[in-house]
Nanobody, 128 residues
Framework: QVQLVESGGDSVQSGGSLRLSCAAS?????????VAWIRQAPGKEREGVAGIDTDGRTWYPDSVKGRFTISQDDSKNTLYLQMNSLRPDDAAMYYCAAVIAVWSCDYYFSRPNAFAYWGRGTQVTVSS
């Protein structure tokens, strides 16, 4: 099993910044997994906002490109999401997720529900 624990969620004003962290443990290794940050707002579907593939390449949807940055510290098995220029529509529960890369990570990034391992989430609130 893989355990993922998120932290760093908070309430900020529009235009503010936050950095989310995700600590991975258990059978997680730094290779062979697609990892991502996925958010879900009330009444909306899950949306992938950032991912790292097995070669370390990053992926972002257009909605956050240029504002969010995903990174990982392999020595600490920790995933980060730096979020800048936050907007009210960024408010959501943010989840860290991982899946063994049976397919190309691009397959999973566009299908958030395909991720196998999830943390419990950390809440981000953005006020205007």
């Amino acid at each position: 099993q893989v355990q993922l624990v998120e932290s760093g969620g908070d309430s900020v004003q529009s235009g503010g910044s936050l950095r989310l962290s995700c600590a991975a443990s258990g059978r997680y290794t730094n290779s062979g997994y697609c990892v991502a940050w996925i958010r879900q707002a009330p009444g909306k579907e899950r949306e992938g906002v950032a991912g790292i593939d097995t070669d370390g390449r990053t992926w972002y949807p257009d909605s956050v490109k240029g504002r969010f940055t995903i990174s990982q510290d392999d020595s600490k098995n920790t995933l980060y999401l730096q979020m800048n220029s936050l907007r009210p529509d960024d408010a959501a529960m943010y989840y860290c997720a991982a899946v063994i890369a049976v397919w190309s990570c691009d397959y999973y990034f566009s299908r958030p529900n395909a991720f196998a391992y999830w943390g419990r989430g950390t809440q981000v609130t953005v006020s205007s």
